[in-house]
């Protein structure tokens, strides 16, 4: 699915496929991703930290910026990741499954 955002100077595409994915916990990712995350230093850092895989990359939950009411995105997405000044990631947490996400991407055309 994908549905278009006008803004002042142009619109902001955003893709999804509405599909719920189910977190993972620390303990589920390979040695080679938890290294990217070197800043969950103590134990219990890593047992309260909630992780998404998408399109071939690890987000942590807790890194999203929470959307705003003047964001595009509000009403529709809980949080933004930034991947360029143009684009980036989207989530919104699942209201009937606490541990299951729904992921977007989006970009600015001019």
């Known amino acids: 699915m994908s549905y278009s955002i006008a803004k002042d100077n142009g619109t902001i595409e955003v893709r999804t496929n509405n599909q719920a994915r189910l977190m993972i ?4 990712l390979t040695d080679k991703e ?3 995350f070197d800043y969950l ?3 219990e850092d890593k047992s309260v930290a909630n992780f998404i895989r998408y399109k071939n990359w690890i987000y942590d939950v807790s890194e999203f910026m929470h959307v705003t009411k003047d ?3 509000y009403g529709k ?3 933004y990741s930034n ?6 990631t989207l989530v ?4 009937d499954d606490s541990d ?3 992921m977007a991407s989006y970009y600015a055309q001019g």
């Open 25 to 28: 916990y620390w303990w589920d």
């Open 34 to 36: 938890k290294s990217n």
């Open 41 to 43: 230093e103590s134990e």
């Open 71 to 73: 964001s595009p995105f």
């Open 77 to 79: 997405w809980d949080g």
């Open 83 to 88: 991947d360029s000044y143009f684009s980036g």
């Open 92 to 95: 919104r947490f699942d209201p």
């Open 100 to 102: 299951r996400v729904i």
